[in-house]
């Protein structure tokens, strides 16, 4: 999958979101500003929300979009994000959970959580919570996960097994947690018309990925020229549960891929374990 990300129906029809608050985080580089770039020419009024001012400002302005500024190791940013979000919008349409990243050490953040956990996991659940009166009817969360949730592992509490720190181990449990809490954010606001949606982007050609993970071992290399994917291609199934209808090839609380249903692990489709962890992540984020 090639080619540019388009915001388009099952049918392949371009769609209209003229009208339409996306708010998309992460979008200062990669998977993130290539969705951004292609909301935005739908007609979308763009939040584009990033880490780095200077990067994050030049993607709004390439788009037409306007720029929030936001660090996610530091929950105090997100609850000054998710307020000034609240104050420029009175509601938003589609919220799209992107930023994230992968640490090879452990690093424990200001708010004493671990960094993966935070910026992967509890910072787009105080986000989405924080916004939760923003969400009426027709709108909906979409979640960027990952493949390598098949090998997250959390206690039956929900919170992270005891051993030892691991890279590997730590994202692919917070990629666990993102399609958990997915499923249970589509259970909550299914009573209001409202969705919830996770994908996997497949193995992107970014900054991210050449940090990261498996990825980092192909990338620049012939090998991974060959099987990495561009960032718009990357995008294309977030743009696509941005804006195509709810039943269009696509359900609440699915996990996609490439547009197409996606297996998912046991244990990320256990509504007990789902309701457990979102319970842990509002104790830990202040919110119980």
């Keep these: 999958?090639?080619?540019?990300?388009?915001?388009?129906?099952?049918?392949?029809?371009?769609?209209?979101?003229?009208?339409?608050?996306?708010?998309?985080?992460?979008?200062?580089?990669?998977?993130?500003?290539?969705?951004?770039?292609?909301?935005?020419?739908?007609?979308?009024?763009?939040?584009?929300?990033?880490?780095?001012?200077?990067?994050?400002?030049?993607?709004?302005?390439?788009?037409?979009?306007?720029?929030?500024?936001?660090?996610?190791?530091?929950?105090?940013?997100?609850?000054?994000?998710?307020?000034?979000?609240?104050?420029?919008?009175?509601?938003?349409?589609?919220?799209?959970?992107?930023?994230?990243?992968?640490?090879?050490?452990r690093v424990t953040t200001t708010d004493g959580f671990e960094l993966t956990e935070q910026v992967n996991h509890l910072a787009p659940f105080l986000l989405t919570n924080l916004l939760d009166d923003r969400l009426g009817p027709g709108s909906r969360v979409v979640t960027t996960s990952s493949r390598v949730h098949l090998y997250g592992r959390l206690g039956p509490d929900g919170a992270a097994p005891a051993g030892p720190y691991g890279g590997w181990r730590a994202y692919s449990r917070s990629k666990l947690e993102n399609v958990l809490f997915s499923n249970e954010l589509a259970r909550r606001l299914a009573a209001r018309g409202a969705t919830s949606v996770a994908f996997h982007p497949g193995s992107v050609r970014t900054g991210f990925g050449r940090r990261g993970g498996a990825v980092s071992l192909v990338y620049g290399t012939p090998i991974g020229r060959l099987v990495l994917v561009s960032p718009r291609s990357g995008a294309d199934t977030l743009v696509w549960l941005a804006s195509a209808p709810v039943g269009s090839g696509w359900e609440p609380g699915g996990y996609y891929f490439r547009r197409r249903p996606a297996r998912a692990r046991e244990s990320a489709r256990d509504p007990a374990l789902a309701a457990r962890l979102w319970e842990r992540s509002a104790r830990d984020v202040g919110l119980s």
Excluded: H, W
């Design 1 to 105: 999958m090639t080619g540019p990300a388009r915001a388009t129906d099952a049918d392949g029809e371009t769609v209209s979101l003229d009208g339409r608050v996306v708010v998309v985080t992460g979008a200062s580089s990669g998977i993130g500003e290539a969705a951004a770039r292609s909301l935005a020419r739908a007609g979308a009024e763009v939040a584009v929300v990033g880490r780095s001012p200077e990067r994050t400002e030049a993607v709004a302005k390439g788009c037409g979009a306007t720029p929030f500024v936001c660090d996610f190791s530091r929950l105090e940013e997100v609850r000054q994000l998710a307020a000034s979000l609240a104050a420029r919008y009175t509601a938003i349409d589609v919220l799209a959970n992107n930023a994230g990243l992968f640490s090879r050490r």
